[in-house]
């Protein structure tokens, strides 16, 4: 999962591939902005991202899409 987070005051969003399925994602955001505190998320070589809950602007999550190299055949 492709995830885009935006932070108050930052010039630039945070973009991270998670290897959270979209409800393990999903209940991850949800449980951090309930509990306040920071949201801590891993990106798919094992680095973290931690922000603060009360920065947060916005998340945009999306479906990776695996692009294909080189030549296709339409059938």
């Known amino acids: 999962m492709e995830v885009k987070i935006g932070v108050q005051y930052a010039p630039r ?3 991270l ?3 959270l399925s979209p409800q ?3 209940d ?3 449980q ?6 920071v949201l801590r998320l891993e990106d798919d070589k094992g680095r973290q991202v931690i ?5 947060i602007a916005y998340i945009e999550t ?3 899409n695996v692009r294909s190299v080189g030549f296709t055949v339409d059938k």
Do not use: R
């Open 13 to 15: 969003e945070l973009v």
């Open 17 to 19: 591939e998670s290897k």
């Open 24 to 26: 393990d994602l999903s």
């Open 28 to 30: 991850t955001i949800e």
């Open 32 to 37: 951090a902005v309930k509990d306040g505190g």
């Open 51 to 55: 922000v603060p809950v009360d920065k």
């Open 62 to 64: 999306a479906a990776t």
